[in-house]
């Protein structure tokens, strides 16, 4: 009769470690699935974090290489009228230094004439 009241508490004792394991099992399950619910979770908020941040630095690179773009034309465009109107003062001062000429050729053709 002994081992078998011996036999039935280690039977009893069993049952309630066997339950103790898993309530223990089912506390760890839902604990890990919370947990991967939440890094789950964090893990689209830094994805949105992340495109949204991607998309600002892209648009932000096309409007500055769009105002670079503005500024080199504009100074393009200024270079060549710069240009222009340099060309056109040095034809001004040749056609008057070639007006000179002409005059001081002529007038040492008159000195030499006389």
Do not use: P
């Not at 270079?79 to 040492?108: F, G, N």
Request: glycine letters at 2%; proline letters at 0%.
């Amino acid at each position: 009769m002994r081992s078998k009241t011996k036999q039935k508490n280690r039977m009893v004792q069993e049952g309630r470690v066997l339950s103790q394991l898993e309530s223990c099992a089912t506390g760890i399950e839902r604990r890990w699935k919370t947990e991967q619910e939440s890094r789950i979770e964090e893990i689209g908020k830094l994805t949105l974090q992340f495109q949204t941040r991607d998309q600002r630095l892209h648009s932000e690179q096309n409007s500055w290489q769009t105002e670079v773009s503005k500024e080199l034309e504009e100074l393009k465009k200024e270079l060549e009228a710069e240009v222009q109107e340099r060309q056109a003062e040095d034809d001004v001062i040749v056609s008057a230094l070639q007006t000179y000429t002409q005059q001081l050729q002529q007038s040492l053709s008159i000195l030499n004439d006389e």
